[in-house]
């Protein structure tokens, strides 16, 4: 225990010592003072440190935050007993070792059994109020950790992306001044004309860079621009054709994506008049595709990897669904997924994730509303068998509210903690994890 808590306990004997020794002492000498405070402190430590250190190691071998579930039901456990045992030893020095009031027969016999048990039920009502404080501060510590991680995951995602499309001004720069070096070679005015058009161009790639998404219309007028630049070097060599209808030019892709494929489809591929590389560009149901014919040539230097990689990672930040890649000994197809709308970086929760949230919600107000229970009983009961013993004669009718609501607080717990709907859920999970896992595989 940490020295904050020994402090603690301290002032809690001194306090009780004071307390019993002004109110339930009839002699006020020094002797029945310190006597007063041997047994204040003993009670005080021996319950304090016993449920500490139970606490502490429940606390390191199962954590609140990582198995709810089993450390409710062993926390009810130990409290009941850790307590019976501790309780049993205090009352025991007391009684038999220090006044010396009871003989050892007599302690376990019925006549100190109320006794015992009204001492169990207060030190039962104080250990899980404190175990009630522990869920509370370290529900309190876990979400404030969630919070603060959900902020750095989307700052991090924020931080990847920017990264990602910074990619895009360099790639394409690189890649369009070596079209237009080898240009300026082979027809110089064909280079002029490349280099107006390239201008557009570029203007078009600084403004669309720090969006997310843009439109398919967009981005198909602008591959059009970049595929007449091509056609001015490469003429009859490529043959381009785009196949998207107007209904889906409305919907989403990523910036620049078909202007990166382009670039690859004439950087992996040979192309010449006799055998032109064929290019098409059209829409298959939520995708937008990007097809060419396979005419591989021998790459002299390895591939940086730039652009696939690229539009991959930039739409896995954006939603879950895939860019699926087909390959075959006859064509090279990329299909990019088409969105009905702008997801937001920062704030995409999925469905899935919100009826997490709602279910997470729900159990932990269950959880609460039974530490409250439980409080209640060990508050309310022992405050019963206090009047029942003091009021009545010979009749001990606090055994039934006893029994009654402890019945009804064991199913309660039973039911938080036990198996019913977290056990439905968790099969529902398994079998969801199954199927999604097998979706993967045939992916």
């Known amino acids: 225990m940490k020295r904050k808590n020994f402090i603690i306990l301290l002032w809690v004997s001194m306090g009780t010592t004071l307390f019993f020794f002004l109110f339930f002492n ?31 190691f429940l606390n390191k071998r199962f954590p609140w935050s990582e198995a709810t ?9 130990s409290i009941i007993i850790g307590n019976f045992v501790l309780v049993y030893f205090c009352n025991y020095m007391n009684y038999v070792v220090i006044q010396r009031t009871a003989t050892v027969e007599e302690f376990f016999s019925s006549k100190y059994g109320v006794t015992n ?14 175990h009630a ?34 990619q895009l001004d360099p790639h ?29 161009i570029y203007r078009y790639v600084l403004e669309q860079k720090d969006k997310e998404l843009v439109t398919v219309e967009d981005e198909i007028e602008f591959a059009k621009t970049y595929c007449d630049l091509l056609k001015t070097r490469f003429e009859d060599s490529v043959d381009f054709t785009f196949d998207v209808p107007k209904e889906d030019y409305r919907r989403y892709v990523v910036p620049l994506a078909l202007q990166l494929l382009l670039e690859n489809c004439i950087k992996h591929n040979f192309a010449t008049s006799s055998k032109p590389l064929a290019i ?20 002299i230097k390895e591939s940086s990897g730039i652009g696939l990689a690229n539009i991959v990672q930039r739409y896995s930040l954006l939603t879950k669904k895939n860019v699926f890649i087909e390959k075959s000994e006859d064509y090279f197809k990329v299909k ?10 920062s704030s995409v929760q999925t469905e899935d994730e919100s009826a997490a949230y709602k279910r ?13 229970n439980l409080i209640s009983y060990c508050i309310i009961i022992p405050f019963l068998i206090f009047i029942n013993l003091f009021t009545g004669r010979g009749t001990y009718w606090f055994w039934y509210p006893l029994f009654g609501w402890g019945v009804a607080l064991a199913f309660r717990a039973f039911r938080v903690f036990g198996i019913g709907e977290s056990w439905q859920e968790k099969k529902i999970r398994e079998i969801m994890d199954q199927q999604k896992n097998k979706n993967n595989e045939n992916i």
């Open 26 to 56: 009839d002699e006020k000498t020094f002797r029945t003072f310190m006597m007063t405070m041997l047994l204040s402190t003993m009670y005080t430590f021996v319950l304090g440190v016993g449920n500490g250190i139970i606490n502490e």
């Open 69 to 77: 579930r089993l450390r409710a039901v062993l926390s009810i456990i």
């Open 117 to 130: 048990w009204f001492m169990i039920n207060i030190a039962l009502l104080i250990t899980a109020f404190l």
């Open 133 to 166: 404080k522990g869920f509370m501060e370290e529900l309190k510590k876990t979400s404030r950790k969630e919070v603060v991680e959900q902020k750095l995951i989307a700052k991090s995602a924020n931080a990847q992306f920017e990264s990602l499309k910074n």
């Open 172 to 200: 394409f720069l690189f890649n369009s001044l070596n079209v237009l070096s080898s240009l300026i070679d082979e027809n110089p005015q064909q280079a002029q004309k490349f280099t107006a058009s390239m201008s557009k």
């Open 280 to 299: 098409r560009i059209f829409s298959d149901g939520d995708t937008l595709c990007i097809e060419n014919n396979l005419q591989v040539r021998e790459q």
């Open 336 to 345: 990019l997924p088409m969105l009905s709308a702008k997801p937001n970086i």
């Open 360 to 372: 997470a919600q729900k159990r932990v107000k269950e959880i609460k509303g039974f530490y409250s």
